[in-house]
């Protein structure tokens, strides 16, 4: 009998990966990532318009309100105006720019906290006490406790209001 040859033939690699399309494992990865992309990017924009954690301003000035409204007993109401207006003064400073309010007095500025009071809060008629008291004759004082807490709950209402306007400072109070 006579050998049969058969001829041998060279093995042949594997074909090359292609890169496109890619396999689902891939595309799971893809969607992870925009998700998670735009999560951060959520978040980010969240805090950058009402941040999770207060303005270390916000922290102090709501101290100091709290800290005002338990010393107002033991302070005579020219010194709870003065502390008060300036702690006012302050704050305005901190959720606005320093251009836009350090200026303003009397009326003005009374006109100017009613106007930008997220709560809208009437300062023209209820805070005409802290332009007046501080330099009044000491006998006219004596009426004026009760609404000193009423000023101190909205000027804690408007540090704690949740919209921060544009230019607003994260400046210490």
């Known amino acids: 009998m006579a050998a049969v040859t058969v001829p041998i033939r060279d093995i042949h690699g594997l074909d090359a990966i292609p890169w496109w399309p890619p396999g689902p494992g891939w595309w799971l990865l893809g969607v992870v990532a925009l998700a998670a992309g735009a999560g951060v990017w959520l978040l980010l924009r969240r805090h950058r318009e009402r941040p999770l954690i207060p303005a270390k301003w916000q922290r102090d000035a709501r101290r100091r309100l709290r800290s005002l409204r338990k010393r107002q007993s033991r302070m005579s109401t020219k010194e709870i105006a003065g502390e008060l207006s300036e702690l006012l003064r302050r704050v305005a400073m901190a959720r606005f720019d320093r251009k836009t309010c350090a200026g303003l007095s009397g009326d003005e500025w009374l ?63």
């Open 111 to 173: 006109s100017w906290l009613s106007s930008h009071d997220p709560a809208s809060f009437d300062w023209r008629r209820n805070a005409r006490v802290l332009l007046d008291l501080p330099y009044a004759p000491p006998g006219r004082a004596a009426g004026e406790r009760p609404l000193f807490n009423l000023l101190i709950d909205a000027t804690l209402a408007w540090v704690s209001a949740s919209e921060h306007p544009p230019g607003a400072g994260a400046q210490r109070v």
